[in-house]
Every structure is written in structure tokens, then in C-alpha cells.
């Protein structure tokens, strides 16, 4: 007759050896290496960042590939990256339509954030507060909006503005190019006190570097209170039942405004984004314990216990 006793003290044993062992645990080998994408985008370079400090400390790897947005999207489609940490939305619909089928919407991870066209508070004070406004001043803006990356989704929205002649801008172009190159461009415009109006968001630097202001009357193309928008977390589809202990993470993953504009501003006096990260967590490790909750590493020990050792804390 076997002993109850003896048999739970037994299993118990074998318990805490395999999990000690991370043999119940182990993450599959197809998910040790955790690859996103980041258009090219501050907001997402420390958004990556703080997921990649994180991931690494649990043990995973991870590799950050430069996509354009169509091309991360279609690159979610073919299984060639797992994570996307910047889906705008209402901006990105178009996407999240066309894509339905092969990704995952994880979870919001900020709210808060604006996004639509912006001048220089001197443009403003010179009369130009509203979409309707531009076309008065079109020689002092040389008929151009400055945009983003080319395929970006808020550039067509200003394409397709533009294709329509709302708010009498027909013969306007869009300037398409990457986020450095538009901010300089806005740079020197304000040395000089030059009109320019351009693609402006929240969180980034540039509500602190500028004094601009966000114009209103975009809300068909950019939705109200200034493009207020959210912005979630995608993966391809069917990662979060492959991948269930990163998939833990990204669920548990929320931003703020403050965190983001944070790191960005350290990114943009010469940090790199994992730096900064590293920094922001070092600085307010409290944000921890509920990113890691029911989180482990990939031995499947305690993630909360090996993260904090990692930053040092």
C-alpha cells in the first residue's frame, strides 16, 4: 500500500526540482528571439526600448528591425516579426483593415497621444489656428505640408485632403521624409521665423524643443480633439498562444505620456534608446511589478526577481 504522505512529499520534491529546473517552463526555442519592428519613429525607439531591456533581462534576445509602416505590417503578414509596439489608431485603420487576418491586437498601451498638423506659435499669433486658415498663407507657406516617411498613413490622409481640395488646398504638395528630416526642416524654419506647417505628435521632444501649436479642423481626416488617438500593441497572428510567456509581458505592457516624453528627451540629448530605458526603470521601478506579474524568464524562474537584479536594483 503506498504512503500518501510519502507521495506528496515526493511530488512536491519533483515540483520544485522541475521548476527550479525550468522544465516546466522553458520557452520554445521559435520564441527566445523576440523581433519587432520600429519605423524609423522616437515614440517607438523608446517604446522598443523599455520592452527590450525588460525582454533581455528575462533572457530572451531581441532584434529590432527599421521597416517603413507598410513594410512592418506585411513583414507581421509573413511571419517575419512578432511584435509591433506602435499601431495608431484612428491613423493606421486602413491597416488594421487590410490585415485582419493575420495579426493579433494585443492590448491599448497609451492613451492621451495627438496627432495632426502643427505650426510655430508665431504662425499661430499670425492667424493660422485651423485647417481652413492654411490656404490664406499659402505663399508664406510655399503651398507645402511637411510629412513623414513616405507610406505613412497620415501622409495619404493629407493626400487624399489635398486630392479633394478641402479647405482650398488642391494645388498644395505633401513633402514626404523621415521624422529627423521634417524636425530639421521645422528647425530651421524657426531660426528664421519662417512659415512652415507640418505633421506634429504627443509624446515626442518637440512639444518641448518648439513652441507650436495643433491645428483645429482636421477631424475628418485625423479625428477630434487634435488626432487624439491610442495606440496598441499588435503581433502576428496566432503569436500570443505560440508565445505565452512574452505574449504575458505585452498584455501587461501600458504606457504614459510622461514615461514616453521622458525617455525620448534622453534619447534626444544623445542616449541610446536601451540607455534611456535602462534609466527610466533604474528611476521608477515601481512599473515593474505589473508589467511582470505571471511573468517569467525563459528558465522559468520569477521574471520580477531576475529583471530587478539585472537593472540593479
Excluded at 11 to 22: D, K, Q, R, W
Excluded at 119 to 128: I, K, R, T
Aim: aromatic residues 10%; proline residues 4%; hydrophobic residues 40%.
Amino acid at each position: 500500500m503506498k504512503n500518501p504522505r510519502l507521495s506528496k512529499t515526493l511530488i512536491a520534491t519533483f515540483t520544485t526540482a522541475a521548476i527550479s529546473s525550468g522544465a516546466f517552463a522553458a520557452v520554445p526555442e521559435q520564441c527566445q528571439t523576440v523581433t519587432m519592428t520600429d519605423p524609423g519613429w522616437t515614440d517607438i525607439g523608446a517604446t522598443n526600448g523599455l520592452a527590450t531591456t525588460v525582454l533581455e533581462a528575462l533572457g530572451y534576445s531581441t532584434d529590432i528591425k527599421l521597416l517603413a509602416v507598410p513594410i512592418g505590417y506585411e513583414s507581421l503578414k509573413n511571419g517575419e516579426i512578432d511584435v509591433f509596439l506602435g499601431n495608431w489608431m484612428p491613423a493606421q485603420t486602413a491597416f488594421l483593415e487590410k490585415y485582419k487576418d493575420s495579426l493579433d491586437v494585443i492590448r491599448t498601451n497609451l492613451e492621451g497621444v495627438k496627432f495632426t498638423l502643427a505650426v510655430p506659435q508665431y504662425v499661430a499669433d499670425a492667424g493660422v489656428t485651423d485647417f481652413a486658415d492654411l490656404e490664406k498663407f499659402s505663399k508664406d507657406f510655399r503651398s507645402r505640408i511637411y510629412g513623414i516617411g513616405a507610406g505613412s498613413p497620415a501622409n495619404q490622409n493629407l493626400m487624399n485632403m489635398i486630392d479633394k481640395n478641402d479647405f482650398g488646398l488642391g494645388e498644395w504638395r505633401v513633402v514626404e521624409s523621415g521624422e529627423q528630416a521634417m524636425l530639421a526642416q521645422v528647425s530651421r524654419a524657426v531660426k528664421r521665423e519662417n512659415f512652415i506647417v507640418f505633421l506634429a505628435w504627443e509624446p515626442h521632444p518637440m512639444n518641448v524643443n518648439f513652441d507650436l501649436q495643433y491645428l483645429s479642423g482636421g477631424d475628418e481626416y485625423f479625428g477630434p480633439n487634435y488626432g487624439g488617438a491610442t495606440i496598441h500593441t499588435v503581433t502576428r497572428k496566432g503569436y500570443a498562444s505560440e508565445c505565452g510567456n512574452v505574449a504575458q509581458l505585452l498584455e501587461n505592457m501600458e504606457f504614459t505620456l510622461n514615461m514616453e516624453n521622458t525617455v525620448i528627451s534622453m534619447t534626444d540629448e544623445g542616449m541610446s534608446a536601451n540607455d534611456a530605458a535602462k534609466k527610466w526603470l533604474q528611476d521608477n521601478p515601481a512599473v515593474l511589478s505589473d508589467w511582470l506579474e505571471g511573468v517569467t524568464t525563459t528558465s522559468g524562474q520569477p521574471g520580477l526577481a531576475a529583471v530587478n537584479s539585472a537593472l540593479g536594483l
